[in-house]
Nanobody
Framework: VQLQASGGGLVQAGGSLRLSCAAS????????IGWYRQTLGKQRDLVAT???????DYADSVKGRFTISRDNAKNTVYLQMNSLKPEDTAVYYC???????????WGQGTQVTVSS
């Protein structure tokens, strides 16, 4: 099983980035996929999730700025991040969760840095 997160980088405040999470080795369409972020010394926080049926949910801090989507044909989930703020700076991780069977996997993380 592999979750490959990519798309991070350095961007100025107000800019945009699109993160991708490509999965292999799992029945991708059955999993809920989430994006989390973590800064040094702090806990990993949920940013956005998309269920197997396409229902989405967002942290209040990113509502209206971030959009999560999935392409089951490509086994990939995307996180479109617009109007980025310095406080969005973090390592972003993707997570695949099949709660019914207690299966959960993490990707390796991608760094997002937003300069002011």
């Amino acid at each position: 099983v592999q979750l490959q997160a990519s798309g991070g980088g350095l961007v100025q405040a107000g800019g945009s980035l699109r993160l991708s999470c490509a999965a292999s080795g799992i029945s991708f369409s059955a999993y809920a996929i989430g994006w989390y972020r973590q800064t040094l010394g702090k806990q990993r926080d949920l940013v956005a999730t998309i269920g197997s049926g396409g229902i989405t949910d967002y942290a209040d801090s990113v509502k209206g700025r971030f959009t999560i989507s999935r392409d089951n044909a490509k086994n990939t989930v995307y996180l479109q991040m617009n109007s980025l703020k310095p406080e969005d700076t973090a390592v972003y991780y993707c997570n695949a969760d099949w709660h019914r069977f207690g299966l959960q996997y993490w990707g390796q993380g991608t760094q997002v840095t937003v300069s002011s």
